[in-house]
């Protein structure tokens, strides 16, 4: 999957700047995909160039003009080919955390204990953030009201993904401390 494919994916919700964009990308589609705002600016360029968004400029008083683009029919049918196409093959894990995981016997036990600490809050953090976001997707609805009643369901099936995900770094993280604070006592 290419960086265009979640902007593309991101510009489904409707016309954004790249300002928007790319706080919408951080609240929408950052529990699968991560990109800088320059990177995204730079893929909206190159997008409008391949005639997959149009930009049009908006005046603003006391600020700079901004650029808001929308997906064009051409970029809607990349969307099509894309859903269309089979997908690659699933992510590997990539985590340096789980390297020193993997080296903890041989290595600074408190400091992997430390870090793996850490990363339980960060998850519990962006856990939060997604059940805010849920939450205010819901609007006091159930998932069965809401989901019969939207549109795309889409966003609402990939932030449940990144709430999973979540929960299960919280989980795993809990049970790697047990399991070396139990370690940390024997020795």
């Known amino acids: 999957m290419a960086l265009r494919h979640a902007v ?3 510009l489904l919700e409707g016309e954004a700047s790249g300002y928007d964009l790319a706080k919408s990308f951080d609240a929408s589609v950052a529990n699968f995909w991560t990109a800088t705002p320059q990177q995204l600016y730079r893929e909206l360029d190159r997008m409008a160039a391949d005639g997959l968004v149009s930009a049009r400029v908006v005046r603003q008083e006391r600020r700079p003009d901004k650029r808001l683009f929308r997906l064009t029919e051409t970029g809607r049918a ?7 196409e089979p997908p690659g093959r699933p992510t590997a894990i990539r985590d340096e955390l789980l390297v ?3 080296s903890v016997d041989a290595g600074d036990l408190d ?3 430390e870090a793996i600490g850490v990363r339980i809050e960060q998850a519990g ?3 939060a953030r997604y059940e805010r976001l849920r939450a205010k997707l819901l609007d006091g609805r159930t998932q069965e009201t809401y989901l019969a009643e939207t549109e795309s369901v889409g966003p609402y099936l990939t932030l449940l993904r990144g709430m999973e995900f979540e929960r299960e770094n919280v989980r795993w993280g809990k049970l790697a401390l ?7 006592a024997r020795t």
Do not use: D, G, S
């Not at 990349?78 to 269309?84: D, K």
């Not at 047990?178 to 940390?184: P, S």
């Open 8 to 10: 593309m994916a991101a």
């Open 100 to 102: 020193k995981v993997q």
């Open 78 to 84: 990349a969307v099509r080919a894309y859903t269309a």
């Open 111 to 113: 400091a992997v204990r």
């Open 178 to 184: 047990q399991v070396l604070e139990a370690r940390a």
């Open 125 to 127: 953090a962006k856990l």
